[in-house]
């Protein structure tokens, strides 16, 4: 399992590449760094900190501890995502597993690195915020909500919030970790100091399965008024059909009273379909099913696609541009059968007169 995305991660550990003598040398320099040990922020050997990790993997279960995966993937794509708190959220034994895939894949010379995925999905998500509260302009006040935020520190990493009232969403148990790890992390980090950028921070413990969510958020002080950026990553797909439609169509709702912006992936058939998947909600079209619950202004994207690689999806052989080739009707491989899974990046937007 990788970060949520483990199909995808399986599929990237099978596609090699062969190399010029001059990337050979540049890689064999590269790769010594990668058979080092992995090298822990001290605070993840506090014992407090241990135990805190202990809990987690004692009593979360998978949907849980998800957060903690994609923390480690912000942790160790530290040379594209400047994430100073994602290690000791993620964990050690999260930190070592996800190091060992990375380590394996440099060594066997794997044209996508495990985690590569996240790391573009983190830095399409940052950027397409920053985006989202550019087009506010001066509407006035505005608030970012994560659903399902987990174990993500926007809140103190991404200098566009500065004028935001952010709201994380998730289970109760998880922010109560959440905020006991960043207490920790603070108070042992005397040199580099921690300090929130956003303009608030609220965290409202809900399930989103649960009718009462929207409720929840609004007594903790969300205005369905006020210019909103929802920001859905990682979460669609851990719902059933049911909820993740209830979710869109609540926000969607929320878009006829204020300008709203919805970023959120989603995952298509292929990628629900294995046998041992954890995942359930799909939508193969999300560009045609946005716009009939209300949304408009939707466009999508895909791994690899201009606004979606940042420099980090470049072979054009990989299996992600290959996937782009594709039409997205086509759902197995031409070459080889396998299955098309793919994960779309999508923005969709809407406004009081639908006009936004
Ligand atoms: C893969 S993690 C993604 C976390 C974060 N958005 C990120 O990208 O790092 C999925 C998150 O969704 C949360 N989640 C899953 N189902 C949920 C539900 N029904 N209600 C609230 N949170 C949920 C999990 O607790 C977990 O934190």
Redesign the pocket.
């Known amino acids: 399992m990788c970060f949520?995305l483990p199909l995808f991660a399986s599929c990237v550990r099978a596609s090699l590449r062969v190399m010029s003598g001059e990337e050979a040398h540049q890689k064999s320099m590269a790769d010594s760094a990668w058979l080092e040990e992995l090298q822990l922020p001290q605070v993840l050997i506090s014992e407090r900190v241990r135990s805190l990790h202990a809990t987690i993997e004692q009593e979360w279960d998978y949907?849980?501890r998800?957060?903690c995966?994609?923390?480690a993937g912000r942790a160790l794509w530290n040379h594209v995502i400047r994430d100073p708190l994602a290690a000791v959220l993620a964990g050690e034994s999260y930190l070592r597993s996800l190091y060992e895939k990375m380590r394996q894949d440099r060594l066997s010379n794997a044209r996508e690195v495990s985690g590569v995925i996240l790391a573009v999905r983190t830095l399409w998500f940052d950027s397409r915020i920053e985006a989202a509260i550019n087009s506010f302009g001066d509407r006035g006040a505005h608030q970012v909500v994560?659903l399902?935020?987990?174990?993500?520190a926007r809140a103190y990493r991404l200098s566009c919030l500065k004028e935001s009232v952010v709201f994380e969403?998730?289970?109760p148990e998880?922010l109560q970790i959440k905020v006991s790890l960043l207490k920790e992390m603070m108070a042992s980090s005397k040199d580099q100091q921690i300090v929130m950028i956003a303009k608030s921070l609220v965290r409202v413990a809900?399930?989103?399965?649960e009718g009462d969510w929207i409720e929840e958020l609004q007594k903790r002080g969300f205005v369905p008024t006020r210019n909103t950026v929802w920001v859905l990553?990682?979460?669609l797909y851990?719902?059933s059909h049911l909820h993740a439609m209830q979710v869109l169509e609540v926000i969607a709702a929320n878009c006829n009273l204020t300008h709203t912006v919805l970023l959120a992936d989603f995952m298509n058939k292929s990628s629900v379909s294995l046998s041992n998947s954890t995942f359930h909600f799909y939508s193969d079209w999300p560009d045609h099913l946005l716009p009939t619950l209300g949304y408009c202004h939707v466009k999508l994207s895909q791994l690899g696609d201009p606004d979606a690689h940042f420099g980090l999806l470049h072979d054009p052989q990989n299996l992600f541009n290959k996937l782009r080739s594709l039409p997205r009707s086509m759902e197995t491989h031409p070459e080889d059968g396998t299955p098309c899974r793919r994960l779309y990046l999508v923005e969709a937007s809407g406004g009081p007169s639908q006009d936004s």
């Open positions: 949520g949907l849980r998800s957060a995966q994609t923390a994560l399902g935020a987990g174990m993500d969403v998730d289970f998880l809900a399930d989103l399965r990553e990682g979460i851990y719902l």
